[in-house]
């Protein structure tokens, strides 16, 4: 066999010689999805490379088996479960939770001349007045810079649409300390707001 590092390039090289035709193969397996698409197609590849690496290095010739291990790549990703396996069921924006409760995320409209629900129309007024947001914004950056550095990166990132699995996965904790800091963060808040917590 040879040395590791030498096998390990030969191996990428024939997976890169191979991608068009892995790329094909998975869109065909995945034909049915409308959306994301092309991130599924990217989860297939993934878990594909992880397959024909692991098949590669125990001396099997993957070439013949290139079709099984797309096809088996893409049942996993239609399953939901993807090279991280990181798809947590009660996680909104988690694929499995909206397969399993059968629901879907659309974006909000961009222009009143679309065609949007009473409901969705409600949720997104905002009926606070120009000195409560100067307010609110004035409090928010001296709670801000009261904070430390990772808290107060932690908020950003947060408050910018990142999930609990997506900020653990950046500072590289587990998503549970994330959810952690996000409660002691919101006492933190009401505690500097003289609101009543517990």
């Known amino acids: 066999m040879l040395d590791a590092p030498d096998t390990l ?5 024939s997976f890169t010689e191979a991608l068009p035709r892995i790329e094909g193969l998975a869109s065909a397996y995945l034909g049915f999805m409308r959306r994301d698409k092309d991130e599924a197609i990217a989860e297939v590849v993934g878990l594909s490379w ?8 125990r001396g099997m010739n993957v070439v ?5 291990i ?3 790549s893409a049942k996993q990703v239609r399953c939901g479960r993807g090279l991280t396996n990181i798809n947590p069921v009660r996680d909104i924006m988690s694929a499995t939770a909206r397969f399993r409760y059968a ?7 961009l222009s009143d001349r679309e065609d949007v629900a009473p409901e969705v ?3 997104m007024r905002d009926d606070t007045s120009p000195a409560e947001a100067a307010m609110f914004r004035v409090d928010l950056e001296q709670w801000l810079a009261g904070l430390d550095e990772r808290p107060r990166q932690i908020v950003g990132e947060l408050v910018s649409g990142f999930n609990t699995v997506e900020v653990a996965r950046l500072h590289r904790v587990s998503r549970m300390r994330i959810f952690q800091l996000r409660r002691e963060l919101v006492d933190n ?4 707001q003289g609101e009543e917590h517990g």
């Open 9 to 13: 390039a030969d191996i990428q090289q």
């Open 64 to 68: 013949k088996l290139l079709g099984k």
């Open 189 to 192: 808040w009401q505690s500097f």
């Open 103 to 109: 629901y879907r995320l659309d974006s909000l409209p």
């Open 121 to 123: 129309i409600e949720a």
């Open 70 to 72: 797309v096809e088996l």
């Open 50 to 57: 992880k397959a024909y690496r692991d098949l590669s290095l």
